[in-house]
C-alpha cells in the first residue's frame, strides 16, 4: 500500500505543446528526442506508432508472407520492425516514384508513403499476428486481408512479389548485395532493385530474364565505379 501511495503522490511535470495538422516534422522530431530512456524506439517502430491504418497493416502483411521472407534468404528479421521498415522503402519508391524524392529527409518520404496508403478507401481489413496464429503456424498466405479494400493494394504487393522473383531470375543468390557472393543484404539496393522491377512493364519482364546475365555484369560494374 506505501507503494500504491506513492505511485498515487507522484507529481508529473507536463509541458502542453500547440501543434498544427501539418506539423509532423514537429512530433516526430519531438519523439526522438523524449526517445531516450531505456531501450530506445526504431525509426519504423515511432512511424508505426504515430501513423497507424493501412500502411502498417499492409507492410506487415508482405513482411510476414512466404515471398519476402524467401527473397530475403530469412535474413532479415522481424524484431524492432527491421523487416518492415525494408521493405517499406521499396513501397515507397513504387508507389511514390523517385523522381519525386523532394523530402528533407528519408524518413519524411517513408512517412508520405505511409500517409498516402492511410488515406485510400475502402480501408485494409484489420490484422495481426496472435500467439495463437503463431502456435498453429498460421500461413499468411492464405489470409487475404485485400479483398474489399482499395485495389491500389492488390496491384501493388501483385508488384512486390513480381519483383521479387524477377530479382531472383536475374541475379540469383546475389540479389540485394553490394558485391558478387557477398553475405549482407544492402538496404539501398534493395529499394532499388524491387521498386524498379515492380514499375517494370509485364511486357518486358521476358526481355529482362533474358538478359539477365547482361544486367547483372552491368549493375556490379556500376557499382564498382566501370
Known amino acids: 500500500r506505501p507503494l500504491q501511495r506513492k505511485i498515487?503522490?507522484?507529481?508529473?511535470?507536463c509541458?502542453?505543446?500547440s501543434i498544427q495538422k501539418d506539423s509532423d516534422l514537429l512530433v516526430r522530431e519531438l519523439f526522438q528526442r523524449i526517445n531516450t530512456y531505456g531501450v530506445k524506439m526504431s525509426y519504423q517502430e515511432i512511424r508505426c506508432a504515430l501513423y497507424p491504418g493501412n500502411s502498417?497493416?499492409?507492410i506487415r502483411y508482405v513482411a510476414e508472407r512466404h515471398a519476402f521472407i524467401e527473397t530475403t534468404f530469412g535474413k532479415v528479421k522481424p524484431e524492432r520492425m527491421r523487416d518492415m521498415e525494408l521493405i517499406l522503402g521499396a513501397i515507397a519508391f513504387t508507389c511514390l516514384g523517385y523522381e519525386?524524392?523532394?523530402?528533407?529527409t528519408f524518413d519524411t518520404f517513408l512517412t508520405n508513403a505511409m500517409q498516402k496508403m492511410n488515406k485510400l478507401e475502402p480501408k485494409i481489413s484489420s490484422y495481426s499476428r496472435t500467439?495463437?496464429?503463431?502456435?498453429q503456424?498460421?500461413?499468411v498466405n492464405t489470409v487475404d486481408i485485400l479483398e474489399g479494400s482499395a485495389p491500389f493494394f492488390a496491384d501493388l504487393l501483385a508488384r512486390i512479389e513480381t519483383a521479387f522473383e524477377l530479382a531472383s531470375?536475374?541475379?540469383?543468390?546475389?540479389?540485394?548485395?553490394?558485391?558478387?557472393?557477398?553475405?549482407?543484404i544492402n538496404k539501398s539496393i534493395f529499394e532499388l532493385v524491387v521498386s524498379t522491377f515492380a514499375l517494370l512493364?509485364?511486357?518486358?519482364?521476358?526481355?529482362?530474364?533474358e538478359k539477365s546475365e547482361a544486367v547483372k555484369d552491368r549493375f556490379y560494374g556500376l557499382l564498382a565505379g566501370n
Do not use: C, M, Q, W
Open 15 to 17: 509541458h502542453l505543446i
Open 137 to 139: 503456424e498460421l500461413d
Open 56 to 58: 502498417v497493416t499492409f
Open 100 to 104: 519525386n524524392f523532394k523530402a528533407k
Open 8 to 13: 498515487r503522490e507522484y507529481e508529473l511535470h
Open 201 to 209: 512493364p509485364s511486357e518486358h519482364h521476358g526481355l529482362l530474364i
Open 131 to 135: 500467439e495463437s496464429d503463431k502456435a
Open 169 to 184: 531470375e536475374v541475379f540469383g543468390a546475389d540479389r540485394y548485395k553490394k558485391e558478387l557472393s557477398g553475405r549482407v
